[in-house]
């Protein structure tokens, strides 16, 4: 089965600097990868997502992701945070190893990113 | 477009009660998921769907259940409440392999 690890549960920064949020999945085989947003006491909202193509995904709010087939990693950066990026980061795969009717995503344990002023 | 939509937003219930999460989507989407969030844990799917009349069971079903008898509703019902189902239910619709949508969510509560 597929399984998602977040390296860091809680990622504190200061306003303007850079951050990195790591993300590991175990499956090797194609997979569809997301990153979600959750601001507090809020749904989840698509930041991006890696379906096919070029490795580098560009999403909302200025942030990406840069898929790595061979370390199986799909880790969310952005250059210089703000205030305003305070939530709860969650990355998602959808692999396809139990045929093309599964359409479930499995999901990370979510990583707090703090920015501080 | 409301998108998906969940009610309530928050409700308390005593132990052994039973109570159904509404979830509506108005994006002809043919997919819909349950999933429960437990802090520090990410999120669990409970039971999906791919389509109506059709349904199945996620990661975490015991003490749930499901029907689609519709498109736009998918509502899950919670038959004796345990303390254990304490946490916050959001609901999400995908059209096939397209992101999900999230609900704003339910925050339950089971003392």
């Known amino acids: 089965a597929q399984s998602v690890t977040q390296l860091d549960s809680q990622v504190p920064v200061f306003e303007e600097a850079p951050v990195e949020l790591r993300c590991n999945y175990s499956s090797s085989v194609s997979v569809y990868l997301f990153w979600y947003v959750q601001y507090p006491n809020q749904g989840l909202q698509l930041l991006l997502k890696?379906?096919?193509?070029?490795?580098l995904v560009k999403g909302i709010n200025g942030f990406e992701a840069e898929f790595n087939k061979s370390q199986t990693s799909f880790h969310l950066r952005k250059p210089s945070v703000h205030i305003s990026d305070t939530a709860e980061y969650f990355c998602a795969v959808r692999d396809f190893t139990s045929g093309g009717s599964n359409y479930k995503l499995t999901f990370g344990k979510g990583t707090l990113l703090t920015v501080n002023p | 477009n409301a998108g998906v939509t969940q009610t309530p937003k928050f409700r308390i219930l005593k132990i052994g009660q039973s109570m159904t999460l509404q979830c509506t989507q108005d994006?002809?989407?043919?997919?819909m998921y349950w999933y429960r969030q437990d802090p520090g844990m990410g999120l669990k799917l409970i039971y999906y769907s791919v389509g109506a009349g059709i349904t199945d069971k996620g990661e975490v079903p015991n003490g749930y259940n499901v029907s689609r008898s519709t498109t736009e509703d998918f509502p899950l019902r919670l038959e004796l409440a345990a303390p254990s189902q304490t946490s916050v239910y959001f609901c999400a619709s995908s059209y096939l392999d397209s992101e999900q949508f999230f609900g704003p969510g339910t925050r339950l509560t089971v003392l």
């Open positions: 994006m002809n989407h043919n997919y």
């Open positions: 890696y379906l096919s193509g070029s490795t």
